[in-house]
């Protein structure tokens, strides 16, 4: 059944341009539901082994070449689709007031939620590459067309980016299928491959999916790429395509080549902490509010990475719910900053936002904030603090010293995040401009519904986040490289 | 052998050339021939086609002369193909004045294709090498209204004629060391013996001819003129059915006549050969082709370039040689014509509706008119090779033939170098589409309303939907093409 979720994401990029435009949004909303919906029932159900990637769907596609259209389930898809879901729903939601080019605005979007589905999903080397570059050309478009600062520069960036890291895949995958004879990664999953090939395949893998991940130093697509994208798009990016490259890294280049993990796991540690408080540093310095949510998914993403390296049940574990959180509250800081904000305001400029008194303006949209500023400074009780502290758990057994490091990161992070809030609603006088409010269009409907959800998914995980982990724990323990 | 006997299995040829005949006396007869004559092409196409699977399997006439195999019956049926969907390209463009004169030159240029195809020895191929391209310089200068058809023609004449002496020299020394023309018999006598210099020279001159043919650079100077100047079914034409022969034709010299001396293109172990002297034109190609494409303005000249660099990446499949590497170059070529096709048929569109065809006379297609600017956007993403269109499985089929190549990848570079190529090739792709579907018209052309030529519509989305199907189904051609292969 959790097929569908593919099948009918696209089949709704395609149907919504047969239909009249006032139907647009109603389709991508009820597409993205039962997407969500499909996830949500799929996570309910008992019977399910969570524990091992097992085959939902397998039909012979092109044989000579042994390519299989093959899907498969375990506990760290579903946790993907959830919050591929959840931000897909928030993003149409958020992008309700589209009227301009509203069909290709929502067949881009569908078509990139429909790809991630594909992605998490597919058991099968080549078919999980095709969704994987399938989403690089809807994120052009939906930047470049409906984008703001800077869009068509930073749609370019973002997908040259992007195709990068896919051609270093694209070198991975012959190599693998050539040496594996094989594209179904259950199969590869057994294969031992050379440990001289392992050595030199694992890099460019990994390297080429965590570009999508926003490793250091090649992130720098992802905070131009977030600000130049309208709100859905930076919601999307964050909420699910910044995961892609996460999951991939550890489906295809970790569980594949566990021995080129071992050789390398070291570099790419080093590599996530310098993420961490490097993207950490410079949000700290940003006067765009959507620069310094750019910066700031770039350091939550490092603590995935970090927990990919830890190469234990933990830190990994960690990492995977780090992505559900990090897709969650991304989406919910990009919502505020972009729909809430920016549509409002005309600007993101923390200075001309510190003197607008937006707190009295939009009391909705400051709370969120909030909410949204906590879960991502890692206050117990929300999501992320839930993600990092099992990550640093992981990581305290294999790199006390990065533990350190990070925790010293984490404080930056409260730093620059604290500063924004403070900046954007908190900064006016309290005596002197109490009296003058902006007038501003309130907070709609279809924006409170959004941001409710985002703040009822990571308060649940926070406060109980077995619900997940549960799920995700074993299926990271069947992982190949834990053996 | 009777001469039924040999009109009989050289049928396809001979309607093609009846139908030339005809088209041109219609055209001499009727004051207004464009509509019957382009019916009758494609009538005479079709049955030279039916004609094509009606042969018999296997046949060899006069040592290699005629030679009629399963590889050859499904090139000629794509070089018939390509040709068919040229004719509506050219019903479309009014430029031509004399559209039964030109319609005998593509079915003139047609059944160079099929000799070129059809031949399994030097003298015919270069024959056959002949009348392709001086039909081919007919129909790039035929526009005798617009200086740039001239310089095209002109230009890809000079180009071309001094590459045929090159190659009519090589042949002549490869003649001398072998003593025969015929492929399969020049493979015996090169078996023994190794590459003496006079045997270079004679390969690599051969080479040359063919290297002109598919725009591999340092030879491809004449491209961008010919793509830019030339009308829009003759660059089409060019693009697509010429290349696609040729590299038929070159797969089977270097595979089947020159196999013994392929030589190694392996990183740490070149060895002198053909197959060095290819990787380094398939890796000059795809640098050169890429980094010029980028600096284009002209969408035209910018096809040219990619074409540069698309003949680069085919030629991975022949210098990783065998039948799995073959089979890759063919399925490539045969995709990339395809998809140039259409894309020329699009060029053609919007030179029509603006009157120019640079990247900002596409500015706002996408509105215009939504059908060409998404079929559009399937041949450049196809060219970019981004899943699921055809190029992106025809890339992959190249690379990972070339990566098992040689002992211990020793074609690793190559395939680097064209991955490498292939991501900066993405950059232009995308700037022809943001043209498309970001960029708005300036206020000061106000696109011309033409009346749309159906056919036009039709053509171009037949073959964005082939392009797309065989990106999903790539096994109904790579299956056949590898079939055929002995």
């Known amino acids: 059944m959790i097929a569908w979720t593919i099948y009918l994401t696209l089949g709704g990029a395609v149907v ?215 709100t859905a798009g930076s919601m999307l990016l964050a909420g699910i395509v910044m995961k892609l490259g996460a999951y991939a890294a550890l489906r295809v280049a970790m569980n594949l080549l566990p021995q080129g993990f071992q050789m390398w796991r070291n570099s790419f540690a080093v590599f996530a902490v310098i993420g961490i408080v490097y993207a950490a540093a410079v949000a700290l310095r940003q006067q765009d509010l959507k620069f310094v949510i750019g910066y700031s998914s770039v350091s939550h993403m490092g603590f995935v990475l970090l927990g990919l390296a830890t190469a234990n049940v933990f830190g990994v574990s960690g990492a995977v719910l780090q992505m559900f959180s990090h897709g969650v509250i991304g989406a919910l800081l990009f919502a505020v900053a972009g ?145 | 052998m009777s001469y039924l006997e040999l009109l009989k299995l050289a049928s396809p040829e001979a309607i ?90 593509l079915l003139l240029a047609t059944i160079g294709l099929m000799l070129l195809v059809g031949s399994e020895e030097l003298l015919m191929i270069f024959i056959a090498l002949e009348l392709l391209g001086l039909s081919l310089y007919v129909m790039a200068a035929f526009d005798k209204t617009d200086v740039r058809s001239a310089e095209a023609g002109l230009k890809y004449f000079l180009f071309g004629s001094t590459a045929s002496a090159f190659t009519l020299f090589g042949i002549s020394l490869v003649y001398g060391m072998s003593g025969s023309t015929a492929l399969a018999s020049i493979a015996q006598k090169l078996s023994t013996g190794g590459v003496q210099p006079l045997l270079a020279a004679g390969i690599v001159m051969t080479l040359i001819g063919f290297a002109f043919k598919i725009a591999a650079a340092p030879f491809h100077l004449w491209a961008p003129d010919a793509y830019q100047g030339a009308p829009i079914p003759s660059a089409a034409f060019i693009a697509s059915g010429s290349k696609v022969a040729s590299f038929v034709v070159l797969g089977k010299i270097v595979l089947v006549g020159f196999g013994p001396v392929a030589g190694s293109s392996a990183w740490h172990a070149m060895m002198a050969g053909w197959s060095p002297v290819l990787a380094a034109l398939a890796a000059l190609s795809i640098l050169l082709g890429n980094f010029v494409a980028l600096a284009q303005t002209n969408v035209r000249r910018l096809l040219a370039y990619s074409a540069v660099a698309h003949g680069g990446y085919t030629l991975l499949g022949i210098v990783a040689g065998g039948r799995e590497g073959f089979s890759a170059t063919l399925f490539y070529t045969t995709i990339y014509a395809i998809t140039l096709v259409g894309a020329f048929a699009v060029v053609g569109m919007v030179k029509r509706e603006t009157g120019g065809d640079d990247l900002q006379n596409f500015a706002g297609l996408g509105s215009r008119s939504p059908l060409a600017a998404a079929c559009m956007s399937i041949f450049m993403l196809s060219l970019a090779g981004l899943p699921p269109l055809a190029g992106f499985f025809g890339k992959f089929y190249l690379f990972s033939v070339a990566f098992r190549a040689g002992g211990n990848h020793g074609l690793l570079w190559l395939v680097i170098v064209a991955l490498f190529g292939s991501f900066v090739s993405l950059y232009y792709y995308l700037i022809v589409l943001r043209a498309i579907f970001v960029d708005q018209p300036s206020e000061s052309r106000h696109p011309s309303p033409v009346t749309r030529h159906f056919s036009d519509d039709g053509v171009v989305a037949v073959l964005a939907t082939l392009v797309l199907l065989l990106g999903l189904l790539p096994q109904t051609l790579a299956e056949r093409i590898l079939a055929s292969l002995p």
């Not at chain 1, 007031?97 to 991630?116: C, I, P, Q, T, Y």
């Not at chain 1, 890291?165 to 050539?178: E, H, P, T």
């Not at chain 1, 009780?381 to 490091?405: M, N």
Request: aromatic residues 14%.
């Open chain 1, 16 to 230: 919504l341009f047969f239909l009249p435009r006032a139907f647009v949004r109603w389709i991508a909303l009820a597409t993205t539901v039962s997407g969500f919906a499909i996830g949500l029932a799929t996570f309910c159900r008992p019977d399910v082994d969570f524990a091992h990637f097992t085959t939902i769907v397998r039909v012979p596609w092109i044989p000579a070449l042994g390519m299989n259209y093959q899907l498969a389930l375990d506990g760290i898809s579903l946790t993907l689709i959830l919050v591929t879901g959840l931000a897909a729903i928030c993003a149409v939601l958020f992008s309700w007031d589209v009227n301009e080019r509203a069909k290709e605005f929502f067949f881009w979007l569908l078509m990139v939620v429909g790809g991630s589905y594909g992605v998490f999903l597919s058991a099968d080397l080549f078919l999980l590459f095709l969704f994987y570059e399938l989403v690089i050309v809807p994120k052009y478009f939906l930047i470049a067309i409906f984008g703001s600062t800077n869009k068509e520069y930073g749609a370019m960036k973002l997908t040259l980016y992007s195709f990068f890291g896919g051609a270093l895949v694209f070198l991975g995958i012959i190599a693998i299928y050539v040496s594996g004879g094989s594209f179904d990664l259950s199969q590869l999953s057994q294969f031992q491959f050379s440990s001289q090939l392992q050595g030199w395949v694992f890099p460019i893998l990994f390297l080429g999916f965590a570009v999508l991940a926003g490793i250091w130093p090649l992130h720098t697509w992802a905070p131009t790429g977030h600000v130049a994208a309208p």
């Open chain 1, 339 to 483: 729909t809430m904000i920016y549509r409002r305001t005309h600007t993101r400029d923390l200075d001309a936002l510190a003197a607008m008194n937006l707190r009295r303006a939009l009391p909705f949209a400051a709370f969120t904030f909030v909410v949204a500023s906590a879960a991502s400074m890692g206050i117990p009780g929300f999501s992320g603090f839930a993600a990092e502290i099992t990550i640093l758990i992981g990581a305290w057994k294999t790199y006390p010293l990065a533990v350190w490091i990070v925790g010293a990161g984490m404080v930056l992070v409260a730093a620059f995040t604290l500063r924004a809030l403070k900046r954007s609603f908190f900064d006016v006088d309290l005596t002197a401009t109490s009296a003058s409010a902006p007038e501003m269009e309130p907070i709609t409907i279809p924006e409170k519904i959004g941001a409710s959800l985002l703040m009822v998914a990571t308060l649940a995980v926070g406060l109980y986040p077995r619900i997940l982990l549960d799920r995700i724990q074993p299926a990271v323990e069947a992982m190949r490289f834990l053996k």
């Open chain 2, 16 to 105: 093609v050339a009846v139908t030339a005949l005809v088209v041109l006396a219609v055209g001499l007869t009727k004051s207004n021939p464009a509509t019957i004559c382009s019916f009758l092409t494609a009538a005479g196409l079709a049955i030279a086609a039916a004609a094509v699977l009606r042969l018999p399997a296997h046949a060899n006439l006069f040592g290699g002369m005629l030679v009629i195999s399963p590889l050859n019956a499904l090139f000629k049926v794509i070089c018939l193909a390509l040709a068919f969907v040229t004719v509506p390209l050219s019903a479309s463009e009014k430029s031509l004045r004399n559209p039964s004169e030109y319609l005998a030159m």
